[in-house]
């Protein structure tokens, strides 16, 4: 039975929205702010970080017009490339940004939810891995059990991250005379303007990620050719002006030295905007909305391992669901076992980006690559005819995308070569396997 597109051009732009703003816009412009030091390069990393969104979302929809895979990054690097490759950056995946990503915004929640509660060593970076496992061992536990979080919940959580930055834009740009305001102090530590700049870049993708999903809406579109370009532009846009309205508020009531200073910022604007009680409101909102991400990853994620273990390039068990809760309990609790691993070997939300954005970049480009082996490649004899983007746009996705995972190693090359070693495993592995599954 083939799909039948309902997504309208509205649809289409408002799921773009959901796909990109996460929760990173209330703890990232503090790391931002850190490495380009000047209000100049601070809101030239979240334009550029906006355009090279925008680039991923174009490059994305066209494979996922030519190649409506159900099975992701795995089924697109296979054909394009080979098995092998695609098992390796699955299994970088697996093994290391998945557990990183979900370990960062456990931390980023645990850095808001302590702040609430007023007991001495709770902030300090044993307090927050403390905090940060002990709300992971909850939410396994409830998954576990078979317990499912209501779409209904999830909607309202991604309707109240929006509201906070819209409140918080206006509110801050229409309150005048306030003493927090600071002169912009010169913060640069790096040798020159474009290592401050590209190193600002790398907290900047990290929030402005998610447009790779994208390429699954491409069959749900109505008219894609026409709308799923327009709604990925009207998308990304929305969250541009989104993402400079919030940090302008920031830089108004704190300034570029303040927001540097600042970890949690959306609970310190909120202080100055709404009082103390504000600010343990807004501090509640967001650690509800790491919970609710993370749990909701511990949700859909297993069914990625249930694919490959149907493809047999991983063991059967991975696959195996509890006929009553319909839980894989074997692939849960080794995702909750990565998840710990990273809280408690990093535990610190910068370093842990630095991880995440080395590994995801590298694995986005080279996914993004097989825009041009699909290119090349003629689909029994037939001319593709779908939606299409200029060969510049995949190149400097591409080249962006590599610049700023390599920025990103060299501030953590020990955890960086860590995940090359990663990486390189994978292949024997993958042989390992493919003879011990197949026989």
């Known amino acids: 039975m083939s799909i039948k597109p309902k997504l309208t051009l509205l649809d289409t732009t408002v799921a773009v929205v959901s796909l990109v703003i996460g929760i990173g816009i209330f703890r990232t412009p503090a790391l931002v702010a850190k490495e380009t030091g000047s209000s100049e390069l601070f809101f030239a990393a979240w334009i550029t970080g906006g355009i090279i969104a925008l680039l991923g979302g174009l490059t994305f929809a066209e494979i996922g017009s030519r190649k409506p895979f159900a099975g992701g990054f795995y089924k697109l690097a296979s054909e394009a490339y080979h098995p092998a490759v695609a098992f390796m950056i699955n299994w970088l995946g697996v093994i290391i940004t998945s557990g990183a990503t979900y370990a960062a915004v456990m931390i980023l929640g645990s850095e808001y939810l302590s702040s609430l509660i007023p007991i001495e060593g709770i902030n300090s970076p044993f307090g927050l891995k403390i905090t940060a496992s002990c709300i992971v061992i909850i939410l396994f536990i409830i998954n576990y059990l078979g317990i499912k979080t209501s779409a209904t919940i999830l909607n309202i959580i991604t309707i109240s991250k929006v509201g906070i930055i819209i409140i918080f834009s206006f509110l801050a740009i229409f309150i005048s005379g306030n003493s927090t305001v600071s002169t912009p102090a010169p913060l640069i530590q790096n040798n020159s303007l474009f290592s401050a700049f590209s190193n600002g870049l790398i907290a900047v993708f990290f929030t402005y990620g998610g447009y790779q999903l994208i390429m699954n809406l491409s069959a749900d579109v109505i008219e894609p050719k026409r709308n799923l370009k327009r709604g990925i532009i009207f998308g990304v846009g929305v ?201």
């Open 239 to 439: 969250t541009i002006v989104l993402y400079l309205l919030i940090n302008f508020g920031y830089y108004r009531l704190l300034g570029i030295e303040g927001i540097a200073n600042s970890p949690l910022i959306a609970a310190d604007t909120a202080r100055i905007i709404f009082g103390n009680a504000g600010s343990k409101i807004i501090s509640f909102i967001i650690f509800i909305s790491a919970a609710g991400f993370v749990n909701v990853s511990m949700m859909h994620l297993p069914r990625i391992f249930h694919a490959m273990a149907e493809d047999k390039v991983i063991p059967a068990k991975f696959m195996k669901v509890n006929d009553k809760t319909q839980v894989q309990e074997f692939t849960l609790t080794f995702l909750t076992a990565i998840i710990l691993i990273f809280i408690i070997y990093q535990g610190q939300f910068d370093k842990l980006i630095n991880i995440i954005m080395f590994n995801d970049n590298l694995v986005i480009a080279v996914v993004a690559s097989t825009i041009f082996v699909y290119r090349k490649r003629k689909t029994e004899g037939e001319e593709y005819t779908g939606f299409k983007v200029h060969p510049i746009i995949p190149a400097i996705f591409i080249i962006f995308l590599l610049i700023v995972s390599f920025k990103a190693f060299s501030q953590d090359y020990i955890s960086g070569l860590i995940s090359v070693a990663v990486l390189l495993l994978g292949l024997p592995f993958y042989f390992i396997l493919k003879k011990y599954i197949n026989k």
